[in-house]
């Protein structure tokens, strides 16, 4: 390969310096920033950004952001580790088909489908109308934190199940054959195998369906009815409502920050370089 | 694999094949709220003028502010509300109208003149009107409605929608504690925001979005919304009524104005008046639903408007209601922790 | 009875992720401009969606920007990863390490900053900013789509197809293409998927009569999702299903055929 040179890559380098190093370091350097009056040139440096982000008030958000956004992932790759497995196990162009059906609900706009799934949830709606046959008396799903998980889980869900696929589909069935002929049981085989084997595709999973959920504020929003209020709300107030950038900077380099830290010990799980979205199909 | 970029491709060609030819009509950039014009009416404008106008639009005052201070672009006609206004020019971002240019200005009633925050109506121009209020299900309501305190009565737990922006339900609380609704003492706005914590385990959620379908399906018993909203709703249901509490409320005006930095202002004050003749008010009325200033227009109304109490504001209730000043930033810092609270606590 | 339960986990996954978009087709054919309760079938919608040149516009610029972000971003994310993956020297890990902000920082603030810089550039908003937007973020996506495939490729499988006689051209395109061809689509088709699906990003870097169908449904929240937009959801969907339909007879027929 030594006839391709590396220098191909540089206009790309450039083109991340200019749109995401330096966006970036704008927002680093806003968070430092106290009223800044970029016209009249008066910029104070600042801590108290940070400050103001340790107040209980804050910490609780973000708590509370991470508690939602762990029990999301779990839901999902608890539900996608099955269906990977399920979806390996049919014949080739049946696999493709599924992993297909399993895309298309996403080009249909985001918003459009959390609207329809508030539709869904209200007292009046279908699964409500469900529970109600059921037996259960008036349980409306909508506005309350199951939702806000819902909601994560619902979009977010296809971020898990391809890469759990793709690393399912990497191994090689001689190879659990061959267990099996060495006496392995059913059980021995899936936890000496075949989760080791998946481990990346598990892991990089996890990442793309915490990351956006531990972030998002659309869904909390919509289906949390302004109840129950994620961190991601809180930077989208600072900036779109309250005007105040610098605090909406400082708790977006906090989050960024807590992020980098999960991805760190992700690593150490998997002891290699993650590439959160490379495995993606 | 193949099939979804099979699926991609084929479904993008028409569009790519297609598109939209440039031309050299004059060109007006409209900022508007959501769903706040009748797009009958503009394509009519467009065609009288022969012009070609780019409708924009936005969710809240804040949205359309940071959008126009803070980007590059220009735009013709923005419709901000009456405190929104106030802080649009004192930044001196608006440009005077030329009331000659806008002889529709007659059929405005006076009443939604020379207010307050922008006096002599040196900047703007009436579009719409409303009032914040209660609607609610006659059905499942069994108590008048007359006073916020309805909103914390235990009997409708579950059943109370809120209105998801600071001012708005904040205002509410403070209303029914006997303050102003542009409160500044912190004293006041702290205990306007325990109340609201006191009846958020009561309240179903905060909301502007999804309150004409949970009424209409009686999801819930009330909301507090804007007038026009209410009046929506109940043009499509029965058993809907609204109400204006008696310890007063919020009363916007949302008007048009021609940023100082407008491409084309004399095209924007021929957009403007066009939209004053009672024949297209009145297709807009329709389409939206609040009040409007434009007294020709309303003559020409179906008759069932007149009845519509979210539509048809009385005197009275507008009176006992405030309008928005735009608070100082220290004060709105108040405003904001107060609400970041509200939001937290369980 | 193993089939059985397998069917009825496919059945009800795919109940799972259908199920809302089946209530947008549903509330497209009802006669009120509210999503309750049922008021009788109406076609209405689907007449107004045509006469309503914004909406129309919206899908137009959606479409446009998708398709040119999605291009754009697999070609140069494909040239770039090979370029990295040639990497020897200390670039490599910045390389990457920037290519995975991204992906790892949150939408809202790719947005925010992203229209400060074009604020700072004195760019206008539009088109281009939106495009560039989307490039940005889509670029990513298909470089660590590509990059493990080329990884994966043996170290001189490109000199030793030259060696073999092959062209350079055929060397890339009969050799080293098909190789990594996989990893291409998946990256192309992810970044169209994003592209289509945003929201956040575009809403910052969106401007001037240019918006695409999120920002226009956004906007309408405040007075109701019109059930136009209901109505072009469902057209969409439609289009997608009959196509894929379609593709899946011909290919069964092709199976069929080789059998």
């Not at chain 1, 696999?95 to 209200?122: C, D, E, G, H, K």
Request: charged residues 15%; negative net charge.
């Amino acid at each position: 390969m030594k006839s391709f040179k590396e220098y191909i890559a540089y206009p790309y380098g450039l083109w991340m310096l200019i749109f995401i190093a330096v966006p970036l370091l704008v927002v680093i350097w806003f968070s430092f920033l106290s009223n800044p009056d970029f016209k009249a040139g008066i910029y104070t440096f600042t801590l108290e950004n940070y400050q103001q982000f340790m107040d209980p008030v804050y910490l609780e958000l973000l708590y509370r952001s991470f508690l939602y956004a762990v029990i999301a992932t779990l839901i999902c790759f608890l539900i996608a580790y099955p269906l990977g497995n399920l979806i390996v196990s049919l014949p080739g162009h049946r696999q493709n088909m599924m992993i297909v059906l399993m895309i298309i609900p996403m080009w249909v706009n985001f918003l459009l489908r959390t609207y329809a799934w508030m539709v869904l949830l209200s007292g009046s709606g279908l699964i409500s109308q469900f529970f109600r046959l059921l037996g259960f008396r008036d349980v409306s799903l909508l506005y309350t934190q199951s939702a806000v998980i819902l909601g994560m889980v619902y979009n977010f869900f296809p971020y898990m199940l391809l890469p759990i696929y793709t690393s399912l589909k990497k191994i090689d069935p001689d190879l659990l054959r061959a267990a099996t002929d060495l006496g392995a049981n059913h059980f021995q085989m899936f936890l000496k195998i075949k989760i080791p084997l998946s481990l990346p595709g598990i892991v990089s999973g996890c990442m793309m369906v915490f990351m956006p959920a531990v972030s998002t504020f659309v869904i909390s929003n919509l289906l949390g009815g302004g109840k129950y209020m994620l961190i991601g709300n809180l930077i989208e107030q600072q900036f779109l409502t309250l005007n105040n950038w610098n605090f909406g900077s400082a708790i977006s380099m906090v989050l960024m920050t807590i992020i980098f830290l999960v991805l760190g010990i992700a690593r150490l799980i998997t002891g290699k370089e993650l590439d959160t979205g490379g495995q993606l199909l | 694999m193949k099939k979804i970029v099979l699926i991609f491709v084929l479904l993008c060609l028409p569009f790519l094949a297609g598109g939209c030819g440039s031309d050299d009509r004059a060109e007006l950039t409209v900022y508007n709220w959501g769903d706040y014009m009748d797009p009958e009416v503009i394509a009519q404008f467009e065609e009288e003028y022969n012009c070609r106008v780019n409708y924009e639009t936005f969710t809240s005052n804040e949205d359309m502010y940071v959008k126009v201070k803070n980007s590059s672009d220009t735009y013709d006609v923005l419709v901000p509300s009456d405190y929104m206004i106030e802080r649009l020019i004192q930044e001196e971002m608006l440009r005077p109208i030329t009331k000659d240019n806008i002889p529709n200005l007659a059929n405005i009633d006076a009443s939604a003149q020379n207010l307050a925050f922008d006096p002599g109506n040196q900047y703007s121009v009436p579009y719409f009107y409303g009032v914040l209020g209660i609607v609610y299900n006659t059905a499942q309501v069994t108590d008048p409605v007359d006073s916020w305190n309805l909103l914390w009565n235990d009997k409708y737990a579950s059943k109370i929608l809120m209105y998801d922006s600071i001012r708005d339900s904040m205002g509410v609380s403070l209303k029914r504690l006997g303050f102003s609704m542009n409160e500044t003492s912190e004293a006041n706005i702290n205990a306007a925001r325990d109340a609201l914590i006191a009846q958020k385990p009561l309240v179903m959620a905060y909301v502007t979005d999804n309150v004409k379908s949970l009424m209409a399906s009686g999801d819930a018993a009330m909301a507090v919304v804007y007038s026009g909203d209410a009046a929506i709703i109940m043009s499509e249901t029965d058993s809907l009524d609204f109400a204006v509490p008696k310890e007063g409320s919020n009363a916007f005006y949302d008007n048009f104005v021609i940023p100082k930095n407008a491409k084309n202002p004399e095209l924007a004050e021929q957009f403007i008046n066009f939209m004053l003749t009672p024949e297209i008010a009145a297709k807009n009325i329709e389409y939206v639903g609040y009040s409007s200033p434009n007294a020709p227009a309303l003559a020409l109304l179906d008759a069932s408007w007149s009845e519509n109490a979210g539509f048809n504001i009385s005197k009275e209730d507008l009176a006992r209601s405030e309008i928005f000043k735009d608070l100082p930033n220290d004060v709105m810092e108040i405003y904001n922790r107060a609400w970041t609270e509200i939001n937290v606590s369980k | 009875m193993r089939k059985f339960f397998k069917n009825l986990a496919f059945g009800l996954i795919l109940l799972f992720l259908y199920a809302p978009i089946l209530v947008l087709i549903i509330y497209s054919f009802n006669d009120s401009k509210i999503m309750g309760p049922w008021a009788g079938f109406t076609l209405k919608w689907y007449v107004m969606l045509f006469q309503d040149r914004y909406i129309l516009q919206a899908l137009y610029y959606t479409l446009i920007i998708a398709v040119v972000a999605t291009t754009v971003s697999t070609l140069v994310g494909t040239v770039s990863a090979l370029g990295i993956y040639r990497m020897r020297s200390k670039l490599k890990r910045p390389y990457l390490l920037l290519n995975n902000i991204p992906v790892l920082v949150p939408d809202i603030v790719m947005g925010i900053t992203l229209m400060s810089l074009f604020i700072f550039i004195g760019m206008k908003m539009g088109l281009t900013t939106i495009i560039i937007a989307h490039i940005t973020f889509c670029i990513p996506y298909v470089i660590l789509a590509v990059l493990p495939r080329f990884n994966r490729l043996p170290e001189n499988i490109f000199e030793a197809a030259l060696d073999l006689g092959a062209t350079p051209r055929q060397a890339f395109w009969k050799v080293l293409f098909p190789e990594i061809l996989p990893g291409v689509t998946s990256g192309a088709l992810i970044a169209f998927t994003l592209s289509i699906d945003d929201f956040v990003i575009s809403f910052f870097t969106a401007g001037n009569g240019v918006s695409n169908l999120s920002i226009t449904i956004y906007s309408m929240a405040k007075a109701g999702i019109n059930p136009k937009i209901n109505a072009l959801s469902t057209i969409m969907f439609g289009c997608i299903m009959v196509l894929l339909v379609l593709i899946n007879i011909r290919s069964e027929k092709g199976i069929k055929n080789i059998q």
